[in-house]
Structure formats: structure tokens, C-alpha cells
T-cell receptor, first 112, second 116 residues
Framework: EAQVTQNPRYLITVTGKKLTVTCSQN?????MSWYRQDPGLGLRQIYY???????DKGDVPEGYKVSRKEKRNFPLILESPSPNQTSLYFC???????????FGPGTRLTVT | AQTVTQSQPEMSVQEAETVTLSCTYD???????LFWYKQPPSRQMILVIR??????QNATENRFSVNFQKAAKSFSLKISDSQLGDAAMYFC?????????????FGTGTRLKVLA
């Protein structure tokens, strides 16, 4: 089954404790992206990747890091999480940049 | 910079009736794509419909159709014969066509309630 998986689905952590949210897709897509969803703000793009070792900033990259060492994986790293990073995070992938995006199930992150 | 605006935070429709969700955008580009995504309570994001800016014909997918007005930069979604399963958050999105970028801009969403 074609899918995008994210782990963990739920995470509660404390300020400053480094964490990684994993994202993996099995559709051989070159394009992958991370979003955060906040009430009243919709989805905002954090980082995206157009191929292995090719990443670029979206609209809200501060406080986040990404890497793309393999085509299927695109982890999101929060090296020193803060409460304003409490949000719902989505990973997505697509075959071409303007094709349908396939989204993961989301990761609910709470930083206290 | 490109922007996408959804001015209706919430809308309601009676089952079997028709509803239209509004979306406007701003861009100086001429070649781009517009999308409507649906997010039901399960949180899963699902593509509803996609429109290429160069195509004058409005896209349709079963009960879903768009009214694309390029000059006015308007991209509304019409849902006909509304069903209870259509209740969800709907997001309008913009993406520039081209292999040099993967930037997506989403609107703030419209929550659609379907009344039985």
C-alpha cells in the first residue's frame, strides 16, 4: 500500500530536549515536505526537499532542521524545542512538485 | 510573495444542498497549480481537486467542481448534493509549476458543517 508514515504520532516533551520526528514514504517520490498546522493559521511549510541531499527552507524554518540522506526518509529535527513549537506536524510527498501531495497521518507535538 | 486567503472560517450546509467555499490568492506568476484539500476529523489530508492555471476549463471531480477566475485570482470550490461525509476542514493551496521549487502555500481553512 502506497503511504507516508510518521513516528511518533503523539509526543509530549520538555523545553530543550532534542527530538526527531521520522517520515518515510514507499512511493519512490523525489519531493518531500514538512508542515505545521496551527488553529487559524492553516498549514505552513517548514522545509522541503527536492531530492537526496537537496533541501530548502519553507516559510517557517526557524527552530527546525531536516536531512535527506535517503530518498524514502525525511526526518524533522528539533534540537531545542520550545513551547511555541507545540503543533500538529505533517509530512508529505509527491512525484512532481505540482502533483498531488500524499500526507502522513500527522504528529501531535506538545512542548511544556 | 504568494498568499492564499480563505475568508470563511466556517460554513454550514443542509444535506443534499449545494455549498461554495471561497478562496482568493495573490501571485505575480502565470504558471501555477491550485488545489483543494479536505481534512476530516481523522486529520488525514486528502486531495479533492486540482486546477492548472493555464487550463481555462474548470476542473470537476464527481460532486466537486471549481470556479477558477484567473484574472480575479479566485478559486472557489462547489460541493453539490452535500453528504454528511463532506463535513471537514477544507484548505485551498497554491503551488508554483516548475522543477526548481517545491513551495506550497495553504490558506487558513474553512470548516464545513453538514446538517442532517
Amino acid at each position: 500500500e502506497a503511504q507516508v508514515t510518521q513516528n511518533p504520532r503523539y509526543l509530549i516533551t520538555v523545553t530543550g530536549k532534542k527530538l526527531t520526528v521520522t517520515c518515510s514514504q514507499n512511493m519512490n517520490h523525489e519531493y518531500m515536505s514538512w508542515y505545521r498546522q496551527d488553529p487559524g493559521l492553516g498549514l505552513r511549510q517548514i522545509y522541503y526537499s527536492m531530492n537526496v541531499e537537496v533541501t530548502d527552507k519553507g516559510d517557517v524554518p526557524e527552530g527546525y532542521k531536516v536531512s535527506r540522506k535517503e530518498k524514502r526518509n525525511f526526518p524533522l529535527i528539533l534540537e531545542s524545542p520550545s513551547p511555541n513549537q507545540t503543533s500538529l506536524y505533517f509530512c508529505a510527498s509527491s512525484l512532481k512538485p505540482y502533483y498531488e501531495q500524499y500526507f502522513g497521518p500527522g504528529t501531535r507535538l506538545t512542548v511544556t | 510573495a504568494q498568499t492564499v486567503t480563505q475568508s470563511q472560517p466556517e460554513m454550514s450546509v443542509q444535506e443534499a444542498e449545494t455549498v461554495t467555499l471561497s478562496c482568493t490568492y495573490d501571485t505575480s506568476e502565470s504558471d501555477y497549480y491550485l488545489f483543494w484539500y479536505k481534512q476530516p476529523p481523522s486529520r488525514q489530508m486528502i486531495l479533492v481537486i486540482r486546477q492548472e492555471a493555464y487550463k481555462q476549463q474548470n476542473a470537476t471531480e464527481n460532486r466537486f467542481s471549481v470556479n477558477f477566475q484567473k484574472a480575479a485570482k479566485s478559486f472557489s470550490l462547489k460541493i453539490s448534493d452535500s453528504q454528511l461525509g463532506d463535513a471537514a476542514m477544507y484548505f485551498c493551496a497554491y503551488s508554483l509549476k516548475g522543477s526548481g521549487t517545491y513551495k506550497y502555500i495553504f490558506g487558513t481553512g474553512t470548516r464545513l458543517k453538514v446538517l442532517a
